[in-house]
């Protein structure tokens, strides 16, 4: 069993950043693509961002744009999200999540999941 590890979240104020990762022990994270999801209370999982194998293609949900930034340090087998700019609405758990392939904003389509994050953005 492959496992993820995310950690960074935190309890922040409106308008401050956080700097999530997600890290792989027992495999080359480099051969996958990455992507974030974060899921709220009584809401459904969505998709933030994700980031092809190499890090050269990327791609932003809509409430991300211009707020968040991924990327990976296939060295260290580590992908990261920089979310600035933090708004209410942004409090969920968020997951990293490893697929084979090309990168998907589709939670269905990955296999590997780390445990969850959480981000509380509150004043």
């Known amino acids: 069993q492959l496992h993820l590890v995310e950690a960074g979240g935190g309890l922040v104020q409106p308008g401050e950043s956080l700097t999530l990762s997600c890290g792989a022990s027992?495999?080359?994270?480099?051969?996958?693509?990455i992507s974030w999801f974060r899921q709220a209370p009584g809401k459904e999982r969505e998709a933030v961002s994700c980031?092809?194998?190499?890090?050269?293609?990327?791609k932003y949900a809509d409430s991300a744009k211009g707020r968040f930034t991924i990327s990976r340090d296939n060295a260290k087998s580590t992908a990261f999200l920089q979310m600035n700019t933090l708004k209410i609405e942004d409090t969920a758990v968020y997951y990293c999540?490893?697929?084979?392939?090309?990168?998907?904003?589709?939670?269905?389509?990955?296999?590997?999941w780390g445990q969850g994050t959480q981000v509380t953005v509150s004043s």
């Open positions: 999540g490893a697929v084979l392939g090309p990168c998907f904003m589709d939670s269905s389509r990955y296999s590997y």
């Open positions: 027992e495999f080359t994270l480099g051969d996958y693509a």
């Open positions: 980031i092809s194998s190499s890090g050269e293609n990327t």
